[in-house]
């Protein structure tokens, strides 16, 4: 049986909290990072999707300094999954230090005999070929529905023999279920442009449209009792584990789930939205939880993409991200219409925002 290597009981990860923070209180005085050590200190997106096999996210990748998760998915939107993992390894294969993927499935025929042995089959093989986790996509729970009109769940009976061989290969599971708190709310009145744009070019995920769906803490009760039920599984909650909206729910998530983590990926603008009206509140999670984030974007190669626009996005997005996170420097954010002030976290706590939880979580298990 595998489990998670930091996954301790409550006790245990109170004392160990206690002493980080210790060290990190003993390290006030060093100044905060700049936008000049940027390009010097090592960094892990943890949430890509590199669907080109001439990637221009990897090309930038390697002038930025990051290493790169970039994770299949069950999406309509992108390249079949075949496909998607045929572009992950081959990618893998030119440079191996610096690329890396997550496998998925297909949820499609849940219902019929034998589905579970195929998955199965398939997840095993993605390992051997190099997958370093398990991608669960928001499909399950929104979307597939069985012959009744029924959602499909991730607490189905129907997903057990697949996530106990997810256990069994010994890499964590990346969930995205449920979507960001604004998905319930008319476009007017979300609080980000970015996700305002998002609904509005996919009303079939704007759920404010679509009352006859599980509605928003429906998803999020059905997570955690699955998290409760597989507390030996490492899991990660991406997009912040859909709390993005208040970051003292998601310490309550946290604190209720010592084998999970969390992702970044494409939720930053929600944090910097909390941070517009209580820096200190949003730094004070980050401090406290700083073994339990990791730095990701959700950015996006598909084919047909220009190369230097490419590259041009994924700087400005990474660039921005280490600027609000590692600096005292003020930025204007569009996406918000606000001007936001850095969190200067402690240079340990951006270390391992930034790559060495991504690294014990992903890494180090292989």
């Known amino acids: 049986m595998h489990r998670w290597s930091w996954a301790v009981g409550r006790a245990s990860a109170g004392a160990l909290l206690t002493g980080l923070l210790f060290a990190v209180a003993a390290r006030a005085g060093e100044p905060a990072y700049s936008m000049a050590d940027f390009g010097r200190v090592r960094k892990f997106d943890a949430h890509v999707h590199a669907n080109v096999e001439d990637s221009a996210l990897l090309a930038e990748a390697r002038v930025d300094g990051f290493v790169l998760l970039s994770i299949n998915v069950d999406y309509p939107d992108f390249p079949p999954v075949p496909e998607q993992a045929r572009i992950a390894k081959a990618l893998a294969a030119v440079d191996r230090a610096r690329f890396h993927f997550a496998t998925t499935f297909l949820v499609k025929g849940w219902i019929e005999p034998g589905w579970a042995d195929a998955v199965n089959a398939g997840l095993t093989k993605a390992v051997a070929d190099g997958a370093l986790a398990v991608k669960i996509w928001k499909n399950v729970g929104m979307v597939e529905q069985d012959a009744a009109g029924r959602y499909l769940s991730i607490e189905d009976p ?11 290969l010994g890499v964590p599971l990346i969930a995205h279920q449920g979507e960001p708190y604004n998905c ?5 009145k979300m609080s980000t442009e970015n996700d305002r744009s998002y609904f509005a070019e996919h009303p079939q995920y704007h759920m404010y449209l679509h009352p006859e769906l599980p509605g928003y803490e429906s998803l999020m009760a059905a997570r955690d009792r699955f998290v409760d039920r597989h507390a030996d599984l490492p899991f990660v909650g991406a997009h912040l584990a859909s709390l993005e909206w208040n970051v003292d729910r998601l310490a309550a998530f946290l604190d209720a789930h010592p084998n999970a983590v969390v992702d970044m990926a494409a939720r ?34 598909d084919p047909g993409a220009v190369a230097a626009d490419t590259r041009r996005e994924a700087h400005a997005f990474w660039s921005s991200d280490w600027q609000y996170l590692a600096t005292q420097e003020t930025q204007w954010v569009p996406a918000i219409r606000a001007r936001v002030a850095g969190l200067a976290l402690p240079r340990a706590v951006v270390r391992k925002i930034y790559y060495e939880n991504a690294e014990r979580v992903f890494l180090r298990r292989r």
Not at 158 to 168: K, Y
Not at 184 to 188: D, G, K, R, S
Not at 272 to 288: G, H, I, M, T, W
């Open 158 to 168: 129907a997903f057990d023999p697949v996530i106990a061989h997810v256990r069994d």
């Open 184 to 188: 319930w709310l008319p476009l007017a």
């Open 268 to 301: 930053m603008t929600q944090l910097q939205s909390q941070s517009v009206r209580d820096r200190a509140r949003v730094r004070r999670f980050l401090l406290r939880y700083q073994d339990r984030v990791l730095y990701g974007t959700d950015l996006t190669e």
